[in-house]
């Protein structure tokens, strides 16, 4: 199982940008999928997060500005970030922590992307 996260760029403050991250292999199930940025010298933080049937969650710091969303049929979570401000710079990490994996008999791994920089500038 790999995730494959895309989307990251240089934008202006107040810009936009929206993040993909397709989950792709011999996958029976997701049920959370989650966005975390680390910035340069600060600690890996979590950004957003939703559950399969779709509830949501976002740290405070980006609340009102990024909305997280999937496609469960493409197991394929997205970030859509806007009013981007230059402290969102970092590096964007989608995370899966229960993914069902079908072979040989069905067992749960935490999966992790390999992060992609979004830079904002003032």
């Known amino acids: 199982v790999q995730l494959q996260a895309s989307g990251g760029g240089l934008v202006q403050s107040g810009g936009s940008l929206r993040l993909s991250c397709a989950a792709s292999?011999?996958?029976?199930?997701?049920?959370?999928m989650r966005w975390y940025r680390q910035a340069p010298g600060k600690q890996r933080e979590l950004v957003a997060r939703i559950t399969s049937g779709g509830i949501t969650n976002y740290a405070d710091s980006v609340k009102g500005r990024f909305t997280i969303s999937r496609d469960n049929a493409k197991n394929t979570v997205y970030l859509q970030m806007n009013s981007l401000k230059p402290e969102d710079t970092a590096v964007y990490y989608c995370?899966?922590?229960?993914?069902?994996?079908?072979?040989?008999?069905?067992?749960?791994?935490?999966?992790w992307g390999q992060g992609t920089q979004v830079t904002v500038s003032s």
């Open positions: 292999g011999s996958i029976f199930s997701i049920n959370t």
């Open positions: 995370n899966a922590p229960d993914v069902v994996v079908e072979t040989p008999a069905p067992r749960q791994f935490q999966f």
